[in-house]
């Protein structure tokens, strides 16, 4: 069994899992694209990526990949991976942050 994800105009619907395509269209209708639950950022652990990011209800898919919504206005897709990036990375400390999108920066979260 595989995982299938309902594209209406380019986003998104239903995602579930079925044995291939073709029965997703005869018994359901509509334009079904095979997902990877193991597909994350244009990555899979046994090498073979399937359309970039596994499918969410609201992603979008442009006929390449998929990818979540855009979190803020700020941020950016990027073309190979199809996940979206800050303008500055993130710290790699062990501390935890926050995207604050007024000032543009991470920020620390203080317990």
Request: charged content about 15%; some cysteine.
């Amino acid at each position: 069994m595989s995982h299938f994800a309902k594209v209406v105009d380019g986003v998104v619907e239903q995602v579930i899992v079925a044995d291939n395509k073709e029965w997703c269209q005869a018994n359901l209708g509509g334009t079904w694209v095979q997902t990877s639950y193991n597909t994350y950022a244009n990555q899979h652990p046994e090498g073979r990526a399937l359309h970039k990011n596994y499918a969410g209800i609201g992603y979008t898919f442009d006929g390449t990949g998929f990818a979540a919504p855009q979190p803020y206005a700020s941020w950016t897709l990027d073309a190979d991976t199809y996940v979206w990036n800050a303008p500055t990375p993130m710290p790699t400390d062990d501390k935890h942050y926050a995207w604050n999108e007024l000032n543009l920066a991470w920020e620390e979260i203080v317990n």
